[in-house]
Every structure is written in structure tokens, then in C-alpha cells.
């Protein structure tokens, strides 16, 4: 008995050469029953994998895409927004006390009035509230309160026009009740015309 070179002997029966891959999906070459049932398995998958991808990948992408497209949109929009919008404070001014006491409505307190002008082709944006009132005690400076009540005074809602030179006037009234004065004040917030 001789011996071959790979070491087996010449009755040794040789082991199955393997069908190339493609060869046994395609079934060209007979596979085993093991193999025969992965290849197609593993092909099936394949295909099915490629089908999604090809026929509904557009599909899935797109409503992404979209918000993506939308978040982005609404984030330049916002920045440009915050950038575009000054401000403009008004100075402090005294508001006394409501001359008749105990005062507990609008029509007994004293009135003040405070306006801002804006400048030439400016757009009005909104308004802060500022007053020394608080409550037990009030505040040695102002503070932002908006202009709901606090301790037996208030703001009025602003209210803005254009005057005969095409300037913003924004016009806001305090209501003081309180027997104590305050100091007041306003900022406004507006945006100007892009150049």
C-alpha cells in the first residue's frame, strides 16, 4: 500500500469537493441535505433583506428626513429670531401712594403713566413690568412682576401706536392702591426692519 503525498493511503476514499457557493444556490450541483436547506434559507433571507432595502427604504427614510428637515428649520428660524429682537429700557419714575385709604379698587388708586417711543421702523414685540412693590415689604429696586397684581398694585396691559412721525409709542398705566410710593418701570422688547 503506498502513501500519497497529503498522507493517505491510495484506498482512502477522497472527502466531497465542496460545490461553490453560487453553485449550490443556484442548484447547478447537487448539495447535501444539509446544506441544501441553509443555502436556500440564507438566500431567501438575502433576497427578502434586498427587497426591503430597494422597495422601502425611500419609504422609511423619508418622514426622518422630514423632521430632521423641520427641527432644523425651526432652529435657524428661532436663533434668527433671538438675534433680530433688542431691547429698549425706559427710566424709573416715581408713582405715589393712592391718596384715600383703605383703596381697594382702580377707581380710588393713583394713576401713573409711562410711555417708551421706539425707534423709526422699529416693530413692536412685547413688554416688561418693573416695580420696587412687594409684599410684606417692598424691594429697595425694581423688579420684573408682568402685570398682574402685586401688593394692592398693578400694570395695565401695554398698548402701542405709531404717532404722525412713524415711531412705536408703547403707553402702559400702574394703578397704585397701596398707601406707600413706588418707583416704575418698563422695558420694551422690539425688531427692527432687516437692512
Known amino acids: 500500500m503506498r502513501m500519497r503525498r497529503d498522507g493517505h493511503n491510495e484506498n482512502d476514499v477522497p472527502p466531497p469537493r465542496a460545490a461553490p457557493a453560487t453553485a449550490r ?21 438575502y433576497h427578502q433583506w434586498h427587497f426591503f432595502k430597494s422597495a422601502n ?65 422699529a416693530t413692536y414685540v412685547s413688554t416688561h413690568y418693573f416695580t420696587t412693590a412687594d409684599y410684606p415689604n417692598d424691594r429697595a429696586g425694581v423688579w420684573e412682576t408682568g402685570s398682574k397684581d402685586v401688593s394692592y398694585a398693578h400694570f395695565s396691559d401695554a398698548v402701542h401706536a405709531s404717532n404722525q412721525y412713524q ?26 426692519a432687516p437692512r
Open 25 to 45: 444556490l443556484s442548484g447547478k450541483y447537487p448539495a447535501g441535505r444539509r446544506s441544501l436547506p441553509t443555502a436556500k434559507c440564507q438566500d431567501t433571507a
Open 57 to 121: 427604504w425611500g419609504t422609511f427614510m423619508r418622514p426622518i428626513a422630514a423632521k430632521v428637515l423641520l427641527l432644523a428649520s425651526i432652529t435657524a428660524a428661532s436663533l434668527a429670531n433671538a438675534q433680530d429682537v433688542k431691547n429698549l429700557a425706559g427710566k424709573e419714575v416715581r408713582c405715589a401712594a393712592a391718596k384715600s385709604q383703605p383703596c381697594t379698587a382702580d377707581s380710588c388708586a393713583n394713576r401713573c403713566e409711562i410711555s417708551l417711543k421706539l425707534p423709526v421702523g
Open 167 to 192: 415711531e412705536e409709542v408703547v403707553t402702559v398705566y400702574y394703578f397704585n392702591r397701596s398707601n406707600r410710593d413706588r418707583n416704575i418701570a418698563i422695558s420694551v422688547d422690539y425688531r427692527t
